[in-house]
């Protein structure tokens, strides 16, 4: 019997250095999770329509599982001496206030996630000032936000991203800016699932088996679109053409599911 003990023994301790070895690869090696950034704006369009129709993909295809996604709500807004200027006026600024307030309110994805998606469908909705039935939607808690956005708390965060913003390397030029493990995707930032399934080392989620590879990006498309909201751009009030307001598909229920 004392065969089986120590055989019994050895697989425990197989057992375990797999566990720790599972762990530490989880953080170093091929579990590691992609860093996804998305630094936007709350009223730019283009933003708001990337939330709603891309990046909420990934809640349901499975690659939220493979990435660390952070969201930066700044975008183009400047400060100086210390009060923020938004590129659509201080609507903008406001709502940038509240979604810094959501993401500290419910520090889980999940549920910061869902409340900005409900807000930036409004905006693309164009009933942006409605944004407050999100709470009730998705059956949240408003004090922690209202509390935050009507204090000094709202306004510390809002710089917080300001600098967070402000470091980029390189430096962003318009928003949406989707930056991926550091890499800024430019305008490719619609792909941005492929770049992710690029970068990921772990088995890949299903559907990357749909994506075409990236091509890397070496050079920016200079100027090439119009889907974006340029940083130089002043005080101009963008509107999606009818045509992508057309084109725009909710992907999550509207209700907290
Ligand atoms: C996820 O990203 C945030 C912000 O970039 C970073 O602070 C955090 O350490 C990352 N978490 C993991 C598990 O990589």
Redesign the pocket.
């Known amino acids: 019997m004392a065969d089986l003990h120590s055989f019994r023994a050895v697989l425990f301790l197989a057992a375990l250095l797999l566990l720790v070895g599972a762990s530490a690869g989880d953080?170093e090696g091929k579990n590691r999770?992609v860093?996804v950034?998305l630094y936007y704006e709350s009223l730019c369009p283009f933003s708001a329509m990337f939330v709603v129709d891309n990046l909420a993909k990934v809640f349901k295809d499975g690659l939220l599982s493979a990435i660390?996604l952070?969201l930066v709500p700044y975008g183009n807004a400047r400060v100086k001496d210390g009060k923020i200027s938004c590129q659509h006026g201080s609507e903008e600024c406001f709502l940038n206030t509240v979604e810094a307030c959501a993401i500290d309110a419910w520090p889980d994805l999940r549920v910061h996630f869902r409340f900005i998606y409900c807000v930036e469908g409004l905006v693309v909705d164009g009933k942006r000032r409605e944004w407050e039935s999100c709470f009730g939607k998705l059956n949240l808690d408003p004090k922690p936000v209202t509390d935050c956005y009507k204090s000094e708390r709202g306004h510390q965060l809002s710089l917080k991203y300001g600098r967070q913003t402000d470091a980029l390397q390189p430096p962003h030029k318009y928003v949406p800016w989707v930056v991926v493990d550091g890499q800024p995707l430019y305008e490719d930032y619609e792909n941005f699932e492929a770049y992710i399934c690029k970068a990921y080392k772990g088995h890949p989620p299903k559907v990357c088996e749909g994506l075409a590879r990236p091509t890397p990006i070496v050079m920016e498309v200079a100027e090439a679109g119009n889907r974006v909201s340029y940083y130089n751009s002043g005080d101009i009030r963008f509107k999606p053409d009818e045509e992508d307001h057309a084109n725009i598909k909710k992907v999550l229920p509207a209700d907290d599911d």
């Open positions: 953080v999770k860093d950034a660390n952070s």
